[in-house]
């Protein structure tokens, strides 16, 4: 099982997906590619039977970085199954993209899922999901378990219907990437505050642009995924406050805080 997870969500669903496997007799090797250094390792595909991808939706898509790294895998004809944590806004174009890629490099998609998860940006002031994946959203994940793992293994033969592309070109898609900054507008800081300089924030950073010494972003690719800004154990790195522009996405989603608590996992089978 392959996973992204910053800020923990995409690793609690998987360690849930996981154990039920192991539960179904199959034999696991979990490999977190969150950071730089763990994407290089070396893991030949051809080791193993099927996958399972766990990723965040990052802008609607999985993380750019992400998209880049499953472009430079061969699927070989495996089957794998995909599924995505979301803090309760847009999804669907993640599960069309990820499949796409991950057909063009030769894996057979069996099904996705979605899991609905704190939103990231709840760490500046928004409030949507927190407390998600609950107890609720891990059993759904054990639940997909139950359902993919006759799929991995080829003894149901059925695939899932194709994933809809939605009303986005890839050109709009990647232009909601650069959007982020308008919410995120301060990116993580110290602000020349103190700590005990750990150094977990720099160790954490999967795009290696965190320097903990002057606590800021060094040059540009910061995903403001705030992996450096949930693990600091001083609790001194920040971003802007993004109360403001929670109101303002709430009325944009013609949503309300708490229809996006009744959100349930969807499975796509
Ligand atoms: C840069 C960025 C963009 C995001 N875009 C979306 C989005 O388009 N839709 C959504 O529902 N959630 C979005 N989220 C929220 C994450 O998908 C959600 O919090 C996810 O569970 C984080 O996973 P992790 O804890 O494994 O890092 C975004 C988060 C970040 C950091
Ligand atoms: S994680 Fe926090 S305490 Fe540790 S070095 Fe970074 S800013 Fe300092
Ligand atoms: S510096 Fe940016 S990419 Fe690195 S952990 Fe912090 S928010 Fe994420």
Redesign the pocket.
């Known amino acids: 099982m392959v996973y992204f997870s ?1 800020t923990g969500n995409t690793r609690h669903v998987t360690h849930a997906v996981a154990d039920r496997c192991a539960q179904l007799g199959s034999n696991i090797t979990l490999w977190d590619i969150t950071s730089p250094a763990q994407r290089r390792e070396n893991v030949d595909p051809a080791a193993f039977d099927a996958f399972v991808f766990g990723f965040p939706v990052h802008s609607l898509r999985a993380p750019r970085l992400v998209r880049q790294w499953l472009r430079t895998w061969q699927g070989d004809k495996k089957r794998c199954a995909m599924f995505f944590t979301y803090g309760g806004f847009s999804v669907h174009p993640a599960h069309y993209s990820t499949g796409r890629i991950l057909e063009q490099q030769g894996f057979s998609v069996v099904a996705s899922a979605q899991f609905p998860s704190a939103h990231t940006y709840n760490l500046g002031g928004w409030e949507a999901l927190a407390h998600r994946p609950d107890s609720e959203d891990l059993q759904a994940a054990r639940r997909y378990a139950d359902a993919v793992y006759p799929r991995l293994l080829g003894t149901d033969t059925a695939l899932p219907s194709a994933f809809e592309q939605g009303d986005y070109t890839t050109k709009q898609l990647d232009h909601f990437e650069d959007f982020r900054y308008r919410i ?1 507008t301060q ?2 800081t110290r602000s020349g505050g103190e700590c005990c300089l750990c150094r977990q ?1 720099e160790k ?7 320097a903990a010494e002057p606590g800021e ?1 060094i040059g540009s ?9 949930a693990v600091c154990p001083d609790q001194v ?1 920040h ?1 802007n406050d993004t109360r403001a522009t929670w109101q303002k996405k709430l009325r944009m989603g013609q949503t309300s805080a708490s229809a996006l608590n009744r959100q349930k996992a969807v499975f796509y089978l």
């Open positions: 910053p995120v990116l993580p924030c954490v950073c999967p795009a290696g642009v965190f972003v690719g910061c995903l403001a995924c705030l992996a450096c800004v790195l971003i």
